[in-house]
C-alpha cells in the first residue's frame, strides 16, 4: 500500500497569513496513463470531507483561489494564500493512483 | 445537483453484518465517467477507503477488509450497497458513500455520513 505522511499535523495559522501543508508519498504517484492522482481535501467538525484540489493542482469547481497545490512523483505541496476563519479544519491528501486508495494522516488547522 | 444519501442502521452488534445504503440523486449512478465509494471515518480519526465499484459490478476492495466486504450496485434504483461482515467494535465509524470521477480521478462528492456502532 502507498503510505501518505502529512507535515505538519497542526498548523496554527494567524488570519491574513499563508498556510503550507505538505504531503509525501511512499512511492511514485504517477499512473501509467501519465496522470498523478493526488487531491487535497478538506473537512470541517461534523462534515464530510470536500474536494479542494486535484491531480495535484486543478482547483474543483467553486474553491477559492486562496487554495493552490503543487508538487511531482512523492512530494506534494498544499498552500493557502491568505487563510480566512471558514479554512479551519483537517487537511488530508489523498492518492487515487493506485489501490488501495489511500489518505494522509490529516493537519489540523487552526487560527491562532 | 447531485446528492449522495447513506441509510442504514445505526448499531449493528459485534459478529453480525453491517448493511448501508447509499441513494444518489441529480444523477444517474450508469454513467461510464464515475465509480461509486465507501469510505469510513472512525470518530476522531483518519479516512479510510473500504472500497469502489462501477456500475457495470466491477468491485475493488481494500485488502485489509477483503474478505468481509461486499459492494453491490442497483442501477434501477439508482442506488449501491455496503455490507461488511464480522464486525466488530474496531468497524464502528462513519460510513460515507462518495463518488470518484473517472477523468480527474477525484472523489468529488460525499454523503454526510452516517455513524454506525458496533456494541451488544
Known amino acids: 500500500d502507498i503510505v501518505m505522511t502529512q507535515t505538519p499535523l497542526s498548523s496554527p495559522v494567524t488570519l491574513g497569513q499563508p498556510a503550507s501543508i505538505s504531503c509525501r508519498s511512499s512511492?511514485?504517484?504517477?499512473?501509467?496513463?501519465?496522470?498523478?492522482?493526488l487531491s487535497w481535501l478538506h473537512q470541517r467538525p461534523g462534515q464530510p470531507p470536500r474536494l479542494l484540489i486535484y491531480?495535484?493542482?486543478n482547483r474543483f469547481s467553486g474553491v477559492p483561489d486562496r487554495f493552490s497545490g503543487s508538487g511531482a512523483g512523492t512530494d506534494f505541496t498544499l498552500k493557502i494564500s491568505r487563510v480566512e476563519a471558514e479554512d479551519v479544519g483537517v487537511y488530508y491528501c489523498?492518492?487515487?493512483?493506485?489501490?488501495?486508495?489511500?489518505f494522509g494522516q490529516g493537519t489540523k488547522l487552526e487560527i491562532k | 445537483q447531485l446528492q449522495l444519501q447513506e441509510s442504514g442502521p445505526g448499531l449493528v452488534k459485534p459478529s453480525e453484518t453491517l448493511s448501508l445504503t447509499c441513494t444518489v440523486s441529480?444523477?444517474?449512478?450508469?454513467?461510464?465517467?464515475?465509480?461509486w465509494g465507501w469510505i469510513r471515518q472512525p470518530p476522531g480519526k483518519g479516512l479510510e477507503w473500504i472500497g469502489t465499484?462501477?456500475?457495470?459490478?466491477?468491485?475493488y476492495y481494500n485488502s485489509s477488509l477483503k474478505s468481509r466486504v461486499t459492494i453491490s450496485v442497483d442501477t434501477s434504483k439508482n442506488q449501491f450497497s455496503l455490507k461488511l461482515s464480522s464486525v466488530t467494535a474496531a468497524d464502528t465509524a462513519v460510513y460515507y458513500c462518495?463518488?470518484?470521477?473517472?477523468?480527474?480521478?477525484?472523489?468529488?462528492?460525499w454523503g454526510q455520513g452516517t455513524l454506525v456502532t458496533v456494541s451488544s
Open positions: 465499484i462501477y456500475y457495470t459490478g466491477s468491485t
Open positions: 462518495s463518488r470518484r470521477a473517472w477523468v480527474s480521478g477525484a472523489v468529488d462528492y
Open positions: 491531480k495535484i493542482s
Open positions: 489523498m492518492q487515487v493512483t493506485q489501490f488501495p486508495y489511500t
Open positions: 512511492q511514485s504517484l504517477v499512473h501509467s496513463d501519465g496522470n498523478t492522482y
Open positions: 441529480g444523477g444517474s449512478i450508469s454513467s461510464n465517467y464515475y465509480y
